[in-house]
């Protein structure tokens, strides 16, 4: 009688579809995950998102330890199997408490239910050899230098090579075990009251054991990393001010703005969130407008505020966004041309807060001395916690030394007079 197949579980055939979907069709790991977790209870569906988002992270460590005992090249093997011998590999080798047999069965079964009967022996073989050798394999990948680091904890050399650069080896070591754990769950409390613990240095963040849908779904509060917040309280805006947000969807810094807020989307799909996170949160003093924000309409001029949280390679939010380290790229270039837009839109003495959730020189404060334009050092004094490690006049989240995000924040102003 032949061997009875094994019995692929809810959650690992869901992981396993988000890394066919993300890496064989670019997909999004969020959206992914949301597409293939739709009837899956809330235990399965953590469990689905733990394996997918771990694997997902790792892929680069994965395929190493899969190329080396396996001996074969990762990129010649079908689809299907390369994405079950990721989802073993990672199960193998960096989740406790995961039964060898379950990782490596389930593995191959889902090779089976792939309808690729040719690969179940091969892939058999290669996963009992990682049961057997991940392990050591890990403990023996080379130290040193930014490179064999990128090796080890799974990310590009070039952002390996950055954080090596701007922040030295010991901390670009730490960011990158940061960067690789779960994030802290934080919710900007809206109104009412909430089930969590306030932060204590930044005012309205709460740290949650999970999001409250109902409360969600009501507008009561918002998902919102601390470094998030700390951007839309930097802003400073106040009753009565006109106040700009040049690249403002989901809209979570929008809503926590005072005054007449314009909240600006180029994107249409986008500006539609938007508009729904205004309508959720009851923000009725913000009005959005689908435009590009280096040309906005003439009638949008003399801001007395202007926040700038740019589109950069998000390299502070890489926890949050498993697959963001591999399509990840620097915009220094565009960042500047919205600094630039945001400060010929705002009245001469008028206040802009430039932030990138990322952490680069370029992106970051290389950006903000091409600009030329003034900087307020009071914002570094309001928040001398979180000031930056070089420049002490910006501000600069570090998810290895604060805990959440890794963001970016500088408070500029326009001259009063044009510069000679």
């Avoid at 926040?307 to 915009?331: F, I, T």
């Amino acid at each position: 009688m032949a061997a009875r197949a094994a019995v692929v579980g809810p959650a690992r055939a869901a992981a396993f579809q988000v890394l066919l979907r993300v890496f064989e069709d670019d997909a999004y790991a969020d959206r992914a995950l949301r597409s293939a977790a739709t009837d899956l209870d809330a235990r399965d569906r953590a469990l689905a998102q733990r394996l997918a988002y771990g694997a997902v992270q790792r892929v680069r460590t994965l395929d190493h330890a899969i190329e080396t005992l396996g001996r074969r090249r990762v990129a010649r093997l079908d689809p299907p199997v390369r994405a079950a011998l990721r989802l073993g590999a990672y199960q193998l080798g960096f989740v406790d408490g995961v039964p060898r047999y379950a990782a490596v069965n389930e593995s191959v079964e889902l090779v089976r239910s792939a309808g690729l009967e040719r690969a179940v022996a091969f892939s058999n073989a290669v996963l009992r050899r990682l049961a057997d050798g991940i392990g050591p394999l890990l403990d023996s990948l080379p130290k040193g230098g930014a490179l064999e680091a990128a090796l080890e904890h799974s990310y590009p050399d070039w952002v390996a090579e950055t954080w090596w650069r701007d922040l030295g080896a010991q901390d670009a070591l730490a960011l990158m075990h940061a960067q690789n754990e779960k994030p802290e769950i934080v919710v900007r409390l809206v109104r009412g009251d909430v089930d969590g613990v306030a932060d204590p240095e930044v005012p309205g963040a709460w740290h949650v054991d999970r999001i409250d849908d109902t409360a969600l779904a009501d507008g009561r509060i918002w998902p919102q990393s601390r470094a998030s917040q700390l951007v839309g309280l930097a802003v400073g805006a106040v009753q009565g001010e006109r106040v700009l947000d040049l690249c403002a969807a989901p809209g979570g810094k929008a809503t926590m703005l005072a005054g007449d807020v314009t909240a600006v989307e180029l994107n249409e799909g986008r500006a539609r969130d938007l508009e729904g996170t205004v309508r959720k949160l009851g923000s009725t003093n913000v009005k959005v407008v689908v435009a590009d924000g280096r040309a906005l309409p003439p009638a949008l001029d003399a801001f007395d505020r202007a926040l700038v949280d740019a589109p950069c390679s998000g390299l502070g939010v890489l926890n949050q966004r498993p697959d963001l380290r591999w399509r990840a790229e620097p915009l220094p270039r565009l960042q500047l041309e919205l600094l630039h837009a945001a400060a010929e839109r705002t009245r001469p003495g008028g206040t802009i807060v430039y932030s990138v959730c990322t952490i680069n020189a370029d992106e970051s404060e290389a950006v903000v001395d091409a600009s030329r334009l003034d900087v307020d050092p009071s914002l570094a004094e309001e928040w001398p916690q979180f000031r930056h490690p070089r420049r002490p006049e910006f501000l600069q989240t570090l998810p290895h030394v604060h805990g959440t995000a890794g963001f970016f924040v500088a408070r500029l102003r326009r001259p009063l007079t044009a510069p000679a």
